[in-house]
């Protein structure tokens, strides 16, 4: 069952509105929620490389809670400082964070016959020895928490992870991995498999560690057609979101909710909305009423959706942004966790942030906040 080591819960709203229950007000949180918009984290990083601060759980643990102090009352959920190439990792990959670049792959996947496609894919992988220092930092991020909000695990999706290893980092072009996928969808379908088995074991054993909700983060996911999406990301979607729930229960612990966030797929909500998956994350491309009422046909929770970019804006921007949100989302007492349509993008301003937090829980709950 669920560890009782941890102290209780204090605000559990996020998991009640992800459970799909009536709430007082909308639950509210953002990705990248710890990062490089607060000047502590910088401070708290100082010149370490970042996977240096991933691998250690105190630092990993300071920097997930230091925007539920920042934001103190206005935020309800935390998420674990970590990063979704861990996997890759794990799979005897190495990869660096390089400045200006982001991840750099030192050796990418080039063709199933390069002989590190069949180590990969033959790698037997010990998630607990591999990345027990996300673990660790989950569970010390609990303890630290105080039960002030409940805490995210999360990874990235099948898809998106082989785009990394294909491409050796990020690419605004895609020829290597479109490139494998149609010149060898087999291959590239074993690996996909491959590489949900061992999410679904690195999302159980954050559960394990203290997690109590999670999201899969499928980032290029817009970089295919439906009809791709459909071979090629969401049936490895789907596997994580099905296998999950029965290695917990083999744990002997109980489910918890899941969210997918498919990037760019716009034309996948109907699909995701059918799947396990208990949240869907929507991106700033999605209409909230349109989306809303297909979800309400499945009885599954949105988050989501401003687009990040307005928080360059004037506060006026983000107020008449927000008044969309919270109209189209029914209003916020059910059925919508209030995100932004992706990541708190570089050089935002923490106080523009703050004054998006403050005018959700003006539109649709109170000044403050009640639980």
């Given at each position: 069952m669920e560890t009782t080591k941890f102290p209780p819960l204090k605000n559990d709203l996020l998991l009640r509105a992800a459970r799909n229950e009536p709430v007082p007000r909308p639950p509210i949180w953002v990705m990248r929620q710890a990062g490089r918009y607060l000047p502590q984290y910088h401070r708290e990083k100082n010149n370490r490389d970042f996977f240096?601060?991933?691998?250690?759980?105190?630092?990993?643990?300071?920097?997930?809670?230091?925007?539920?102090?920042?934001?103190?009352?206005?935020?309800?959920?935390?998420?674990?400082?970590?990063?979704?190439?861990?996997?890759?990792?794990?799979?005897?990959?190495?990869?660096?964070?390089?400045?200006?670049?982001?991840?750099?792959?030192?050796?990418?996947?080039?063709?199933?016959?390069?002989?590190?496609?069949?180590?990969?894919?033959?790698?037997?992988?010990?998630?607990?020895?591999?990345?027990?220092?996300?673990?660790?930092?989950?569970?010390?991020?609990?303890?630290?928490?105080?039960?002030?909000?409940?805490?995210?695990?999360?990874?990235?999706?099948?898809?998106?992870?082989?785009?990394?290893?294909?491409?050796?980092?990020?690419?605004?072009?895609?020829?290597?991995?479109?490139?494998?996928?149609?010149?060898?969808?087999?291959?590239?379908?074993?690996?996909?498999?491959?590489?949900?088995?061992?999410?679904?074991?690195?999302?159980?054993?954050?559960?394990?560690?203290?997690?109590?909700?999670?999201?899969?983060?499928?980032?290029?996911?817009?970089?295919?057609?439906?009809?791709?999406?459909?071979?090629?990301?969401?049936?490895?979607?789907?596997?994580?979101?099905?296998?999950?729930?029965?290695?917990?229960?083999?744990?002997?612990?109980?489910?918890?909710?899941?969210?997918?966030?498919a990037k760019g797929a716009w034309y996948a909500l109907e699909d995701l909305c059918a799947s396990p998956y208990n949240i869907i994350s929507l991106d700033w491309l999605h209409d909230p009423a349109q989306a809303y009422a297909v979800a309400q046909k499945y009885g599954k929770v949105l988050q989501g959706n401003m687009d990040p970019g307005v928080l360059y804006g004037e506060r006026e921007a983000i107020d008449e942004a927000v008044k969309t949100m919270v109209k189209g989302f029914g209003g916020g007492k059910k059925g919508w966790i209030a995100n932004l349509g992706h990541g708190v993008t570089p050089f935002v301003d923490k106080e523009k942030l703050r004054y998006y937090f403050e005018r959700i829980h003006h539109h649709a709950g109170d000044e403050r906040g009640v639980l």
């Open positions: 240096q601060c991933v691998r250690d759980p105190e630092i990993a643990s300071n920097l997930t809670i230091q925007p539920i102090d920042e934001y103190d009352g206005l935020i309800d959920a935390a998420i674990i400082f970590s990063d979704i190439l861990v996997v890759p990792q794990a799979l005897g990959m190495e990869v660096k964070m390089e400045e200006g670049r982001g991840p750099v792959f030192v050796k990418r996947l080039e063709t199933p016959e390069d002989g590190q496609y069949a180590e990969v894919l033959g790698k037997e992988v010990d998630v607990k020895r591999e990345l027990g220092y996300v673990y660790d930092a989950i569970s010390l991020t609990r303890e630290k928490l105080k039960g002030r909000v409940p805490l995210f695990g999360f990874c990235g999706a099948p898809w998106t992870l082989l785009c990394y290893m294909v491409e050796g980092g990020g690419s605004k072009m895609f020829k290597d991995i479109k490139t494998w996928i149609y010149k060898w969808p087999e291959e590239s379908k074993k690996l996909l498999a491959k590489l949900a088995d061992v999410c679904v074991e690195h999302l159980a054993e954050q559960v394990l560690a203290g997690a109590q909700i999670v999201q899969v983060f499928d980032s290029w996911a817009g970089e295919l057609s439906p009809s791709s999406f459909s071979q090629f990301a969401l049936p490895y979607l789907l596997q994580v979101a099905k296998q999950l729930p029965s290695r917990l229960a083999l744990l002997n612990h109980p489910p918890v909710p899941m969210v997918a966030f």
